[in-house]
């Protein structure tokens, strides 16, 4: 189970050279938030902007580091011309998820997601600091239907059912 939430802040390697070119800053999602777009690196020694890497481009997502074949796989890009159609993950972090009947599920804590494909295969859900001690946070498979509102999550009242827990803290 990755998180993507673990991404941020690993160093970005280009193993052609054995340089760190940048830091994973920020992860993109598609608009559907059922795959990761793409990558924003920070800090790179060529240029003090960010750049973006596709998901598709990134050669291995490993626990310490993300590695890339060479640095040409970076781009420069604005984000807000592509906005309506991409979500930065800190914008879906700490939002309430309820169900359409109005039942509270917890808060999206992270998103799981293949290493492999960058499909998303679920979201972390908190039910409270207490509770993600003792019995460890929620997990939720992706809901087929769901809004994104500006500080909510809505899903179908099945997802209610499907939450199940995860791994302990």
Not at 51 to 72: E, P
Not at 113 to 139: F, M, N, P
Request: hydrophobic share 40%; charged share 20%; glycine share 10%.
């Amino acid at each position: 189970m990755l998180k993507l939430g673990d991404l941020l802040g690993l160093p970005v390697l280009e193993v052609e050279t054995g340089a760190q070119i940048g830091a994973v800053q920020e992860a993109v999602l598609d608009s559907n938030l059922t795959s990761v777009k793409c990558i924003l690196v920070t800090g790179s020694t060529n240029d003090s902007g960010s750049k973006q890497i596709l998901f598709r481009d990134l050669l291995n997502i490993g626990r310490d580091a993300v590695t890339v074949r060479n640095s040409s796989v970076m781009f420069s890009g604005d984000l807000s011309a592509d906005q309506e159609f991409t979500t930065q993950l800190h914008e879906l972090l700490q939002k309430e998820i309820f169900t359409e009947n109005g039942r509270n599920l917890g808060v999206l804590v992270d998103i799981i997601y293949d290493v492999a494909s960058g499909k998303v295969q679920g979201y972390e859900v908190s039910d409270g600091i207490i509770t993600d001690l003792i019995c460890g946070r929620l997990l939720m498979p992706l809901p087929q239907a769901q809004v994104v509102g500006e500080d909510k999550v809505i899903v179908p009242d099945a997802m209610a059912g499907l939450l199940h827990p995860g791994p302990p803290l």
